[in-house]
């Protein structure tokens, strides 16, 4: 089940944050981050334990994905997907019309969910995550049929 992050659940966001992600974000930034009005931050539970979150940031018709992770025990079980999709769906629902976001160039199944969902590379990030540990810079837009 997707809903909104809360304060209370950026504990347990935080453990799959160090589990996965291994991001230098502590636990005051994700309670900035939801104080935020431009941050739209959902979280994915079974069985009310948190499994997997997604956090972006829009300003006008733009979004940016700080982070999806998804707890490596529910991982391959669409969920990332879902999560994606459902702050997709809502996002352009307000405005939105592209979503960018940087991915670890070495992470190539993480490279292949995106381009999966839409995404395409815009360029490369150079030692953006240390040496030798390039960023691939990724944007996806509204599809008008």
């Known amino acids: 089940m997707i809903d909104l992050m809360r304060i209370d659940d950026v504990a347990e966001v935080f453990k799959i944050n160090k589990q996965v992600l291994e991001s230098n974000w502590g636990l005051l930034l994700y309670r900035h981050e939801l104080l935020d009005l431009n941050t739209r931050a959902y979280v994915y539970k079974e069985n009310d334990k948190v499994v997997g979150y997604i956090i972006a940031k829009y300003i006008g018709e733009t979004s940016d994905l ?80």
């Not at 969920?79 to 992470?107: C, F, Q």
């Open 66 to 145: 700080l982070q999806i992770a998804v707890h490596k025990d529910y991982q391959k079980k669409r969920i990332g997907y879902e999560l994606l999709k459902y702050t997709w769906d809502n996002l352009v629902g307000e405005g939105v019309e592209e979503m960018i976001l940087e991915v670890n160039a070495k992470h190539t199944s993480v490279v292949s969910f995106y381009e999966s969902f839409g995404f395409e590379t815009l360029y490369r990030r150079k030692n953006y995550y240390g040496p030798r540990k390039d960023a691939l810079v990724m944007k996806m837009k509204v599809v008008v049929s």
